[in-house]
């Protein structure tokens, strides 16, 4: 099985904390999407002179801000994908968008016109105040608009994200937030911590003093706020940051924690072989100037095995399932395994447990699960 990425690049505006590759210049919509058409034509010609054969079973469509599109254009570069993959019975393909361009037309187009049957919404907060600092361009009443509208139009699954931490948000009003996801019956949440990514408007915001930093002391109070009260809930914590009821995993992000195969188009899209990653240019006009000669635009590495044995322990330790020592053991030299069991000892005891073969994080280790990989790299 292997997933598709599809990445839109188009933002009405860039929030102020985010680093992925996205662009204003909504006019070079329809360009860039022929360019995208292409680009899937153009590959899957190259690499297998016809029907790509690896079943498909997830498909994302993520930016920027995919709900930018026009629907003729969704449905044209679906119409793409099934004339060159094979796709999976029961698929799930997720569909992310903001609340002001999730229009109730706009959702009832992607209902009757595309097999879309997951939506990632980028909520971020409930508060007004928070946007603002976050520089989200919707507002609160668009949020429950946007739900209550895909909820009615039979959007049973999905998603929204939150983010926690903000210098704005209160111990109490990141309760509430909390309070109100539970009311809306939603089966799967994203929340992550605010970070300050270099070169980010937020990131110059703060270092002109306009803005206030995020608090590490915030962030882990509004983190053990976050596991307890999902717990309470009946919600798995089934990876650092993605929470579901009733076994509801993104399955598309949960390939790339299983280092699952999946192929990336678009501008700066990532596609994963399992023993080699190639990435597209994060450039627009460069992408399609590229696709428009035939050339793709694209670089790739083969990973090594101390990469592979890197990006594993990355993933795995992020996820409720853990790293496996079997794992390592059957899929790497006996030097990784000692090394592994060398450097976890060396890990604070409350941060992790061992169950059964596999090493996990505990609540408190959730809040470090970088800092533990890190720890475990082979450099």
């Known amino acids: 099985m292997a997933g598709i990425y599809i990445h839109i690049p188009f933002c009405l505006q860039k929030c102020g904390y985010c680093n992925f590759y996205s662009i204003s210049d909504i006019e070079k919509k329809s360009q860039y999407v022929d360019a995208l058409i292409s680009e899937i034509k153009l590959r899957n010609t190259v690499k297998t002179h016809g029907r790509a054969s690896l079943p498909i079973e997830t498909i994302y469509f993520g930016g920027g801000t995919p709900s930018l599109l ?104 990141w309760q509430e937030n909390l309070k109100t996801f539970f009311s809306l019956d939603i089966p799967h949440l994203s929340a992550y911590a605010l970070t300050i990514e270099p070169n980010t408007f937020l990131d110059k915001q703060i270092r002109n003093l306009d803005v206030q930093s995020p608090r590490e002391e915030q962030v882990e109070k509004q983190y053990l706020i976050l596991r307890e009260q999902l717990k309470n809930h009946g919600f798995e914590a089934y990876e650092t940051s993605n929470f579901c009821k009733n076994k509801q995993y993104a399955k598309h992000n949960s390939n790339y924690w299983n280092l699952s195969k999946y192929y990336g188009f678009g501008a700066s899209a990532h596609s994963f072989s399992g023993s080699s990653r190639s990435w597209n240019i994060a450039n627009v006009d460069a992408y399609i100037s590229s696709i428009s000669k035939g050339i793709l635009p694209s670089e790739s590495e083969i990973l090594t095995q101390k990469m592979q044995y890197n990006e594993y322990a990355m993933t795995a330790i992020r996820t409720q399932w853990g790293i496996s020592r079997n794992f390592i053991k059957t899929n790497f030299d006996e030097s990784f395994l000692q090394h592994f069991q060398k450097n976890i000892a060396q890990i604070p005891n409350d941060w992790t447990i061992f169950e059964n073969d596999c090493v996990i994080t505990t609540e408190k280790g959730a809040l470090f699960s970088d800092l533990i990989a890190e720890k475990l790299f082979i450099l």
């Open 70 to 173: 026009d629907i003729r254009n969704v449905v044209k570069i679906f119409e793409t994908l099934q004339n060159h993959f094979l796709f999976s019975e029961n698929m799930e393909i997720t569909f992310e968008g903001n609340p002001e361009t999730l229009t109730k037309n706009y959702l009832k187009n992607l209902r009757n016109h595309t097999p879309i049957n997951r939506l990632s919404v980028g909520v971020q907060s409930f508060f007004e105040k928070d946007l603002t600092y976050l520089n989200r361009k919707h507002s609160p009443k668009q949020v429950f608009e946007t739900l209550e509208h895909a909820q009615n139009l039979g959007f049973e699954n999905l998603s929204i994200d939150l983010i926690y931490g903000i210098p704005t948000l209160t111990n109490e009003m």
